[in-house]
């Protein structure tokens, strides 16, 4: 997934040379607390919060050229870019967005934190059985039922409950992934069991074409 693809493109945007007061009534209306901050051709020049807005004022300014952080300053992404990477910009920089620029740095798009979350939760609703689908899918040579019988013993090895083929099923078909990585402990937990259960499916299948 890229940037592009989890960013808002309806965003707004102010010139450099914008009145403060009226910079304050279009955050407002738009319910922003940044905004970005462009010249004619919409490349990025700069940043504005609400809080350089109130200070502004306070001190006296005019102009947002005056209270506005350096592009050199503003964290940003390029629309190529891995969503990833401006999950982590954001989660690092402790930012509410960042603003995303194509290749010749015009401004195209705002990647939200609320967006973040809302991808994030869409992702977390995911049927547990689809990613098994996915992944006998990728295990080429391998039945459903092999896959099923080995994510049974894998799950009796790691929690010493005795499952069943079956009833591993029937516990995917409802489980959702972000259930499960609760219920598995994480999701690096999560991650490493499919992994155990692809080993063993695979090691099955070496096994068979030996004999």
């Known amino acids: 997934m ?3 693809e989890i960013m808002d493109e309806e965003f707004i945007y102010v010139s450099p040379d914008q009145n403060i007061d009226e910079v304050s009534i279009i955050m407002e209306k738009g319910k922003k607390f940044t905004t970005p901050v462009v010249d004619k051709d ?20 005019k102009k947002i ?11 940003h992404v390029n629309e190529n870019d891995p969503a990833r990477l401006a999950v982590l910009k954001i989660t690092h ?17 705002v990647v939200r934190s609320v967006d973040i979350v809302k991808t ?26 092999e ?33 499960a990585i609760w219920a598995t402990g994480g999701l690096e937990k999560f991650f490493v069991g499919l992994i155990a259960i ?3 499916v695979t090691a099955k299948k070496v096994a068979r074409a030996r004999k």
Request: hydrophobic share 40%.
């Open 93 to 109: 920089n402790k930012l509410v967005n960042v603003p995303v620029l194509n290749d010749e740095e015009v401004l195209v798009g």
């Open 42 to 61: 919409i490349r990025l020049v700069g940043w504005i919060t609400s809080f350089n807005i109130t200070q502004g004022l306070r001190d006296g300014k």
């Open 147 to 179: 896959l099923m019988e080995a994510s049974a013993i894998i799950t009796t090895r790691r929690t010493g409950e005795h499952v069943t083929a079956e009833e591993y099923e029937l516990r995917i078909k409802n489980a959702t992934f972000g259930e």
């Open 65 to 75: 050229s005056e209270v506005m952080h350096s592009t050199d300053s503003v964290v």
């Open 120 to 145: 994030l939760s869409h992702l977390y609703e995911i049927k547990v059985y689809k990613i098994f689908k996915a992944l006998e899918k990728e295990l080429k040579g391998v039945s459903w039922d």
């Open 198 to 200: 692809g080993q063993m």
């Open 2 to 4: 890229k940037v592009k």
